[in-house]
């Protein structure tokens, strides 16, 4: 089992719809969590991190973390196309190391 | 400021030669990660230095990958008899060392595309 899993996509909205964008680890004891947006032929640039329980709030871009389900989402409300892009969840496990794990991403299209 | 680079963008090596990829962090960052990253999956983690040190290096797939970070600053990344299943993304990431209990923000070069022929 890899250890963050997310919806390869693609996934396609309208322009104006929220997009919802899930992701799960196996790791109980991991304390962080990113979503880092990445554009095509780009690198990953971050979007939010999250640590706690709960809903974190930015713009347009929500982030939702559920420990016990160990469960960690991003609303993005508004879609417009220039979100078109492939949506990153990375988590750092327990064990000292700073290295983050990553999901292999979710493909997003916001249709005009 | 400046954000973290890396050269060269591009190489192209051919099988069975040396490789070496450079990353030039945001100033001032203590930590330093190299990433792998394959067509259509999510960057896979292949080592970390805090400063010099190389703190964790467990994914490194193989004896012919080799990291340092000699003055705590610029990083190599050198791949030895390059394969063709070397060919991926080598991002390069840096971040402070805030000692909130938490994992620090990671920025990101743009990348070195390696490919192997």
């Known amino acids: 089992q890899k250890e963050v899993e997310q919806n390869s996509g693609p996934l396609s909205v309208p322009e104006g719809a929220i997009a919802s964008l899930n992701c799960t680890y196996s790791d109980r004891g991991s304390q962080s969590f990113f979503w880092y947006r990445q554009y095509s032929g780009k690198s990953p640039e971050l979007i939010m991190f999250?640590?706690?329980?709960g809903d974190k709030e930015d713009g347009r871009f929500t982030a939702q973390l559920n420990k016990a389900s160990q469960y960690v989402s991003l609303l993005i409300r508004d879609s417009q196309p220039s979100d078109s892009a492939t949506y990153l969840c990375?988590?750092?496990?327990?064990?000292?190391?700073?290295?983050?794990?990553f999901g292999k991403g979710t493909k997003l299209t916001v249709n005009p | 400021g400046a954000g973290v680079s890396q050269s060269p963008r591009y190489k192209v090596a051919k099988r069975g030669q040396d490789v070496a990829l450079r990353c030039d962090p945001i100033?001032?960052?203590?930590?330093l990660f190299w990433y792998q990253q394959a067509l259509g999956q999510g960057p896979e983690f292949l080592t970390y230095f805090q400063n010099e040190a190389q703190l964790d290096k467990s994914g490194l797939p193989s004896d012919r990958f080799f990291a340092e970070r000699p003055e705590g600053s610029v990083s190599t990344l050198k791949i030895q008899r390059t394969q063709q299943e070397d060919s991926a993304v080598y991002l390069c990431?840096?971040?402070?060392?805030?000692?909130?209990?938490?994992?620090?923000?990671?920025?990101f070069g743009p990348g070195t595309r390696l490919t192997v022929l």
């Open positions: 990431a840096s971040s402070p060392y805030t000692l909130t209990g938490h994992a620090d923000t990671q920025y």
């Open positions: 100033s001032g960052h203590v930590s």
């Open positions: 999250i640590y706690s329980n």
């Open positions: 990375a988590v750092n496990t327990q064990g000292g190391s700073e290295k983050l794990v």
